[in-house]
């Protein structure tokens, strides 16, 4: 039953002014029927502790049923209260889609400032037991580097792991692809040896000297750059190897790279 003329009831009860009441369209899951908890997250915290920040959920949600009518997607509580009018709420029931809320996410992630985020992602890493979490400067770097990636402050965490951590294992897919050939093992042992001579440890050094390798081998620069990435991360995929060697620092990479090469001699990839 409609609770309006229960409400309408109530107001005059009260001896209050009768508003206009108006309905958004109901809100459905992803496969056309009534959104429920079958369908995920019930409540805001479940959101919140998902990573998803405020006002991107609110941007999500407001546009479910409405919209500003000139495409605009990514907007503040101003600018949609600014912007909305009633006659722009659809009749059609509109469908919640959380991909598309993580899209929402990821684009408000990346423009929150990095400090903002430190903030919220630290609780986060003080459970992981990082100590380098209480160096703010350095996470405020990490976060700079990883957050094109993330779509959620939960996955900017996760992330970063191998910045707080050396890695406990790696890709396996890879370790398949960049760990199998002999010559994997000299490119390493290359590196490690190379990296004293870097008196300034920059990103432009750091590149300077990866490429100078492959070049003195007569190999492309991805021969070196992935092998060593594998090593320091643990992951076939990061941000810049540069800037992620540069923000390691050189006695980390060192380590690191001492680690991967003892790993592939018990292999025999040497």
């Known amino acids: 039953l409609s609770n309006t003329p229960k409400q309408i009831l109530i107001y005059k009860a009260m001896g209050w002014d009768i508003p ?8 459905l899951g992803p496969d056309k029927k009534r959104l429920s908890k079958r369908h995920g997250a019930a409540s805001v915290e479940e959101y919140r502790d998902m990573g998803v920040l ?38 059609n029931p509109a469908v919640f889609d959380k991909a598309k809320l993580l899209w929402f996410n990821g684009k408000y992630i990346r423009n929150t400032d990095s400090e903002e985020l430190y903030r919220t992602i630290k609780p986060y890493l003080d459970k992981k037991g990082y100590a380098l979490a209480e160096d703010k400067d350095y996470v405020i770097k990490v976060v700079n580097l990883v957050k094109e990636r993330a779509n959620t402050y939960i996955e900017i965490v996760d992330l970063s792991e191998y910045f707080f951590d050396d890695p406990e294992d790696y890709e396996e897919k890879a370790v398949k692809k960049h760990w199998q050939k002999p010559e994997v093992f000299k490119r390493l042992e290359k590196v490690y040896n190379s990296i004293n001579d870097i008196k300034v440890w920059n990103e432009e050094a750091v590149e300077q000297l990866i490429r100078g390798l492959a070049e ?5 620069a991805g021969k070196y750059i992935h092998p060593v990435r594998l090593a320091l991360t643990g992951r076939g995929q990061s ?5 992620v060697m540069v923000l390691l620092g050189k006695d980390v990479v060192k380590r690191r790279l001492g680690t991967a090469m003892e790993i592939l001699r018990e292999q025999n990839i040497e």
Do not use: C, Q
């Open 20 to 27: 206009e009441f108006a309905h958004i369209p109901m809100i």
């Open 239 to 243: 941000p810049g190897l540069f800037e």
């Open 54 to 91: 405020a006002p991107a959920l609110v941007n999500y949600l407001a546009l479910l049923g409405w919209s500003p009518g000139d495409n605009r997607e990514i907007m503040s509580l101003d600018e949609m209260t600014e912007a909305f009018s009633i006659d722009k709420v659809s009749k």
């Open 216 to 220: 003195e081998e007569g190999v492309g």
